[in-house]
Structures are given as C-alpha cells and as structure tokens.
C-alpha cells in the first residue's frame, strides 16, 4: 500500500513584513513560514525606492533580516546596504579616476559598520592626490560615524547628505565628480 503524501503548503502560515521603523514601519510584502521560529533570521532583499518612494533610489538594494514576529507580522532591521554594480561601472568611464576605500567604523551608539566607498574624479588625477582623498575621507568617516547614531548615519547615506558633504570636503584635494556609499554592512 502506497504512503499518501501530505501537502507542506497547507501547514504554512502567511507573515507581513514590515520595514524598520526608519523607513516609517511600511508593509514591504508577506513571506509563508512553518512557525514563528523558522521566520526568524530570514533576509530580505528589496530596492530601496520601494523603502523611500524615490526613484532615484532604486539602483540600491537593502538586504532586511526579521527580528521580531509578532502574530503575523514580521519586523526587520537593516543588515547590508549595497548599490548594483552595473551604476557603479555606469559611473567610471574613460580619463577619470576611481579611489576607494573600505573603512570599518563604530558609531555613537556601539554599532560596528563597515562602509566600502568609490571617489570619481572629474579629470585623471595624480596617484598621490588619490592617496591625499582616500586619507582624508578615512578620517572624515570615522569622526562623522563616531559622532552619529547608526540611525541617523544611515539616513543620512540613503539622502545623500553623507555624500555632499564628503564632496565639499575632498573638493580642495582634486576635483570631484561623484561619491557614493558602494556598500554599508552592518556587523552588530
């Protein structure tokens, strides 16, 4: 006599997600579970511009991990932000210069980030120009991360605030085109 499988799907229970309370707590999508237990730890991986109903945004992917369940409502914090590759390679094109730097830095309330950032110079720049901007913006990263919440520090990435004033601050070094975050992860 043959054994009747039973269908997994009727057991599983539908969770709504919800973005982290920076992005407004919005209703990101649902997910199927077996229990509370098994939706915990899941990553999420969503466009920015759905977070921010900007469009401009939408070359950034955010990756969410669950938290917290609660009936069936699952909330999420941020675990990584990262832009696609293919607007970095848009951005680097011929007689310009590309200097980037991986900063690991902890911010006011104990929360340890690495930040992977990309200059682009308008021109072709000298080498020892390059090393003067990768110096001063390590420098300017830890100070700036040391004195923020790691909330506000990422707001500040996804509104561009960070960029403009690493912009005005390395403009005296060599002249800027671009700066932009290539990744943030957050370690802890």
Do not use: C
Not at 175 to 186: H, S
């Amino acid at each position: 006599m043959a054994v009747q499988k039973s269908d997994k799907w009727k057991f599983k229970k539908w969770y709504t997600i919800l973005a982290p309370k920076m992005f407004n707590e919005i209703e990101i999508g649902e997910m199927p579970a077996n229990s509370d237990k098994s939706a915990l730890g899941r990553n999420i991986k969503v466009a920015l511009s759905n977070l921010t109903n900007n469009p401009s945004n939408s070359y950034t992917n955010v990756i969410l991990k669950v938290t917290d369940v609660n009936g069936n409502v699952a909330h999420t914090k941020i675990v990584e932000m990262a832009q696609l590759y293919s607007y970095i390679r848009s951005l680097v094109r011929r007689y310009r210069s590309v200097a980037s730097a991986v900063q690991p830095v902890k911010t006011k309330d104990d929360v340890e980030m690495v930040a992977k950032v990309i200059i682009i110079t308008r021109g072709r720049t000298a080498h020892t120009k390059l090393i003067g901007l990768r110096k001063e913006l390590e420098g300017y990263l830890k100070s700036y991360f040391s004195e923020n919440e790691h909330n506000a520090a990422i707001m500040a990435i996804v509104e561009g605030r960070l960029q403009s004033e690493l912009a005005t601050k390395l403009n005296h070094i060599a002249p800027i085109n671009k700066i932009e975050v290539n990744k943030l992860e957050i370690k802890s």
